[in-house]
């Protein structure tokens, strides 16, 4: 880990801190007038004030500091203990160790010991404990006002409850967004993780249809010349036969020349506008006549995406593909908006998929159609290059329902779109 803070330390914003000083700023004013003039205890407002206002002061100087910068480990530290040390003078002229507010030393040391790391976290445990123990030594007497013993005890009470309350809830607050964001960086890490997975799956696959094509192909020459003398020869059935092995044989060419082409195409396209109308009619052009295909882009046809056009017009083909071979009936195309982006969705009217086939699908090499159809490459390459152009592919399935697979692609600016226009 660096020296730098990408939110608090490791693992907490900034400005978590800031928004934690805030509140202690208007607590403390609060407590003081509260206590002053309601309790009808004399605080000394000419130096306690001064201190709440020199802590809002520096919460001012942090704000400015950290806008737009990343906030390094020994700065966050510094403003804590500040902040241990301005609570110290706010206990020394209210009553030092008596005032039941010292227990807000704890949510230093606890805010510490989740945002800093152990070399930072000790030496603000330390410097707590000090001014906690300063205040043994001296501090100012509370001047309280002329009751029983057993009413400043209740006092006291009373006021360890609210301090109490008001540590707990500090602690309890930091805590639950801590985790909160510890949740989402883990689920962050573990997309980021399989989104590399995908791509050196994508990457392997691309040198593996090149290294096959290349390999195979001198052979399935060699066998298609054979089977043409063959065929100038033979006669009868044995020429039936002679045919479908050259038939065969240009299938396998063909099967080996798509898979370097969508593979290589889709690890090496740069992205360039393209209207949505265009690149859905682009995907159609290879797909079957029946079942049929109804497109449904409305205005949104017009919007430009800034995609590998080839690459995604495959991805969007095989989409269509898939669905034309699960369909009972008519497969729709569809736009939608998605925020900035646009969406393109590919709907059947299939026997859907069951949860465990619906878990595996856009695995390489996992199909569920017969052999012969399908190699089970079309969802993986398509989602593999909707992520590479910075959008997303989400698959929606229920038995007997259908399957809906939206692939969702980063809308080109306006000022572009409306430059294509022209």
């Not at 003081?32 to 002061?57: D, E, K, N, S």
């Not at 890490?189 to 096959?212: T, Y």
């Not at 044995?238 to 240009?250: C, G, P, S, Y």
């Not at 998929?353 to 878990?359: C, F, G, Q």
Request: proline share 5%.
């Amino acid at each position: 880990m660096n020296a730098t803070v990408k939110g608090m330390a490791r693992r907490i914003d900034f400005s978590w801190l800031i928004t934690l000083r805030w509140a202690a700023v208007a607590g403390q004013l609060a407590t003081t007038l509260i206590v002053h003039f309601g309790l009808g205890v004399a605080l000394p407002l000419a130096w306690v004030l001064p201190v709440i206002g020199f802590a809002a002061a520096t919460n001012v100087v942090a704000v400015l500091g950290a806008r737009g910068r990343e906030v390094p480990e020994w700065a966050a530290f510094s403003v804590m203990a500040l902040d241990v040390v301005t609570l110290t003078a706010l206990l020394y002229l209210t009553g030092g160790p008596f005032n039941p507010f010292s227990i807000l030393y704890l949510v230093q040391i606890a805010l510490a010991a989740v945002a800093l790391r152990a070399r930072y976290a000790w030496p603000l445990a330390a410097l707590a404990v000090l001014g906690s123990g300063i205040l043994f030594l001296d501090h100012r007497e509370l001047p309280l006002p002329a009751r029983t013993h057993a009413d400043h005890m209740r006092w006291h009470l009373q006021g360890m409850w609210v301090a109490f309350g008001v540590a707990a809830a500090f602690i309890v607050y930091f805590l639950v967004r801590v985790t909160r964001l510890l949740a989402r960086r883990e689920a962050e890490l573990m997309a980021a993780r399989d989104l590399a997975a995908r791509h050196e799956k994508l990457a392997s696959l691309a040198a593996l249809a090149a290294g096959a094509a290349h390999e195979l192909g001198s052979p399935l020459a060699t066998i298609a010349v054979v089977a043409r003398e063959l065929e100038r020869r033979a006669a009868g059935d044995v020429l039936d036969d002679v045919k479908l092995v050259r038939q065969e044989v240009e299938r396998c060419r063909q099967i080996l020349s798509q898979m370097s082409k969508d593979a290589g195409t889709m690890t090496g396209e740069s992205p360039h506008p393209v209207a949505a109308r265009d690149l859905v009619a682009a995907a159609l052009e290879g797909a079957a006549e029946q079942p049929s295909v109804r497109v449904e882009l409305g205005t949104l046809g017009e919007r430009a995406v800034r995609v590998p056009r080839h690459a995604i017009a495959q991805a969007l083909g095989a989409l269509v593909k898939n669905a034309q071979d699960a369909s009972q009936g008519e497969v729709v195309v569809r736009a939608h908006a998605s925020g900035a982006d646009l969406e393109v969705e590919v709907e059947d009217s299939g026997t859907g998929m069951t949860p465990e086939v619906l878990a595996r699908a856009g695995e390489p090499f996992f199909t569920t159609k017969e052999p012969g159809r399908g190699m089970g490459l079309g969802l993986f390459l398509a989602r593999a290059v909707a992520e590479q152009s910075g959008g997303a592919l989400n698959i929606e399935s229920t038995p007997g329902r259908g399957t809906r697979v939206r692939m969702r692609l980063p809308a080109e600016p306006a000022a572009t779109i409306g430059r294509m226009a022209t």
